[in-house]
């Protein structure tokens, strides 16, 4: 390789909505060089905030990829970094950018703290086991408290977070921290708008309170390195920088400490040392072990390392359209290497695909390159069938690696196109952009003839019909928003189907009897056993009754909703030896799906929110009210710099058109955010408005 991969970083900045990642990542490319202006998200201007509709409402909805080169201590290191969205409602960027990164910046507001989509994205870091440092941020704010959001990560979040610098001052008065490693204080000049910083001696006033935090530093990463525990049990005093700073590097690597700095990025201050504490101990990806998958020829488990001599591997974690190049695939490259040009094996469909061209990414600008290696993030051209989650590698040496898991949309919209012109793009713009995002579900309804888009939220919904406008050139009418209902059974019940047609010359046979049940816990979707002893119904159409059940779950019996588990049991059966095949078996279970559901007491499932509402202390009984007409579940309320926080579980059917409401009780002073719970069984009354009001469309249609 160019350089060796030591001093190569893959890194994501994440955070909730509004910590303030895209300007912590705007501020890194400015002083990494990459650009030579700030660009700033409220005025619209950031760099990776590159789409339109990021730009006008002042959030990021798809995570950006770019490169940069940072110097510490005179050796150059590389930064592939990836901003990703803090909304709930994109939530799939942040799954996917973790899946593929070595190591992650959480970003927290100094003010706001741990904010309930920072629990999301960290319980998805952890899911990953990605190594992380804190970074919190806005401490120039009014309200900013860094000690308080330290104690809030470790009750919160069950991290074991530690400091590596104390604020010195804070909100207006915040102009430096206290470097706990090497007891230095780090002091920006106003002048410069922080953009330079000088190093001083530790204020008097502070100094015994740094050394105590130092003494903490080392002991919680004493436990990580045996030659600094020796001297902190010997003397404390003895211990290095160069020690402490390979024992807190390895203590991160390792799961067992989150270092945490302090900053404020709009005001320039903080993001060099950023970097510094990036490079220093986030890991390589020589620091990672050996990314294992399995061999698709034999079922067995095999490893690659992250080294250009091995076999290529990689994985796709996101596909985009660009205007000018078409469709790019991302991809994380685990081992071997890549070339314009060559060929590679997609495991998921056996073929193989030519890549055209290679990309380094900056934002939506792109880089040409010939080859690229193991360790890497790329973007590359040319693919006709990628999805998200599949693997490409050397076709010789095939290897499957573990793909990616995606929520289930619970929010659902009709659309229609205005004119024939439009219809013709409609379907090429959908299926665009479902390539791109796995939780955005398209599905033609047989009985209204409408076309429905499913997603994760609302915001989530309107993005994409403005995407279609605006991208695709599509007009479109909408309907109202419609919940994700889904179906589920509480009965169990044994059933006897027999499927015969006869049309002259050979007919269709089949006959099977079935227990169906509820799922047992912890399975979803159909959990299928085949009892059948004696050859009564031969293998080879076996998987056909699953295949039957299995399809038939898409519509349930109530009012077409999926049903969410099922429990089939296939006891018995009989065949005839001409006319049963593997579709007679097939149409018999659907027929058996349909007849003995009815009678397992079905009933409906509706999505729950997890909302939380941060009020002025005045309007929390207004709040609390509300959350009671919506069916909503008061779960706890605690107090915060003058605010109360209520958090809640409120039915996503009583929560359209929400965040209007709680701005007109609150007189726009109260903030909230929703995200999806669990699903839950629904009262008779109100189930049997919902089926009133289905059949009703079904008939209108």
């Known amino acids: 390789m160019s350089k060796s991969l030591k001093y190569t970083r893959n890194i994501g900045i994440m955070a909730h909505i509004d910590a303030g990642k895209t300007t912590t990542t705007e501020r890194i490319l400015f002083y990494t060089g990459i650009t030579h202006r700030m660009g700033e998200v409220h005025d619209g201007a950031a760099t990776m905030d ?45 799954e996917r950018s973790l899946r593929v990164l070595d190591g992650a910046v959480a970003v927290f507001c100094a003010v706001g703290g741990v904010e309930p989509q920072s629990e999301t994205v960290w319980r998805q870091a952890d899911k990953y086991k990605v190594p992380r440092l804190g970074f919190i941020n806005k401490m120039d704010r009014s309200g900013a408290d860094f000690l308080s959001v330290v104690s809030q990560m470790h ?65 919680s990463v004493a436990d990580a390195d045996d030659t600094v525990l020796e001297k902190y049990l010997d003397d404390p005093g003895s211990i290095t920088n160069e020690q402490l700073m390979g024992a807190i590097r390895k203590a991160t690597i390792g799961l067992k400490v989150v270092p945490v700095l302090c900053g404020a990025a709009f005001k320039n201050k903080g993001i060099q040392r950023l970097l510094d504490a990036v490079v220093s101990f986030l890991p390589s990806p020589l620091d990672i072990e050996a ?77 040409p390159k010939d080859f690229i290696e193991a360790g890497d ?21 095939p290897l499957i690696l573990e793909s990616i898991t995606f929520p289930e949309p619970v929010i659902g919209v009709a659309i229609e ?8 793009r409609l379907g090429m713009a959908l299926n665009k952009l479902s390539e791109e995002d796995p939780t955005f579900k398209v599905k033609y309804d047989e009985n209204s003839g409408q076309t429905i888009i ?41 059933h006897r189907e027999v499927f015969k047609k006869q049309t002259g010359g050979r007919g269709k046979f089949a006959d099977i009897s079935v227990r169906i049940s509820p799922a047992d816990e912890g399975v ?79 009933v409906l499932l509706e999505p729950i929110m997890k ?33 109360r926080i209520i958090r809640a579980k409120v039915p996503l059917a009583e929560q359209f058109g929400y965040v209007t409401v709680l701005r007109t009780l609150t007189s726009g002073r109260a903030t909230s955010t929703m995200e999806f719970s669990h699903y839950e069984r629904i009262s008779d009354d109100i189930t049997k408005r919902i089926l009133e009001h289905a059949s009703g469309q079904r008939e209108s249609a």
């Open 377 to 397: 993030i790329i973007a590359a051209v040319g693919f006709k069938d990628l999805r998200t989650g599949d693997t490409l590698c050397d076709e010789k040496k």
């Open 291 to 367: 990314v294992k998958g399995i061999n698709p020829r034999n079922d067995e488990v095999s490893e690659r390392k992250p080294d250009a001599s091995e076999p290529m591997a990689s994985l796709a974690f996101k596909i985009a359209t660009d205007p000018y190049v078409g469709r790019l695939a991302f991809l994380r490259v685990y081992s071997g290497r890549i070339e314009a040009g060559k060929q590679v094996l997609n495991v998921r469909t056996g073929k193989k695909e030519r890549i055209t061209r290679l990309y380094q990414m900056h934002a939506n600008k792109q880089i």
């Open 50 to 94: 590159w789409m339109v509709q990021e730009q006008e409402r002042g959030i990021t909805i798809t995570s950006a990829a770019t490169t940069a080169f940072w110097k510490f201590r005179d050796e150059e290191f590389k930064i592939n970094i990836i901003d990703t969205p803090g909304h709930v409602d994109f939530t799939v960027e942040v």
């Open 155 to 219: 009750e919160k979040l069950g991290a074991n977070p530690v400091p590596l610098q104390i604020p010195i001052g804070s909100e207006e008065n915040f102009r430096g921290v206290v470097d706990l490693i090497e007891m230095k204080a780090v002091v920006w000049n106003e002048e410069q708008f922080g953009v330079t910083y000088e190093i001083q001696e530790v204020p008097d006033e502070i100094a015994e309170e740094a050394m105590e935090w130092r003494m903490r530093l080392i002991e």
């Open 611 to 643: 909302v939380e509402v941060v009020t002025p202390e005045e309007y929390m009984g207004d709040v609390i009210a509300d959350f009671n007409r919506r069916r909503g579940h008061i779960e706890k309320m605690e107090g915060k710099a003058g605010a």
């Open 524 to 602: 979803s979707g159909l959990q299928f056993i085949d009892e059948v002893k004696g050859g009564n119904i031969p293998k080879e159409y076996i998987p056909s009754v699953q295949k039957g059940f299995t399809n038939a779950m898409q519509n349930g019996v109530l009012a077409g909703f999926p049903v969410e588990n099922l429990k089939v049991v296939l006891i018995d059966g009989s065949f005839h030896s001409v006319d049963s095949d593997s579709l007679s078996f097939e149409i018999a279970a659907k027929q058996a799906f349909r007849h003995a559901l009815p009678k397992t007491k079905p």
């Open 454 to 494: 499913n997603g994760m939220g609302e915001l989530h919904l309107e993005i994409l019909v403005d995407r279609l406008k605006r991208e695709f050139k599509v007009e479109c009418n909408q309907g109202a928003p419609q919940v994700a209902y889904k179906e589920a059974i509480t009965g169990t019940i044994e």
């Open 417 to 424: 196109p205005k004119t024939q012109n439009d219809i013709d």
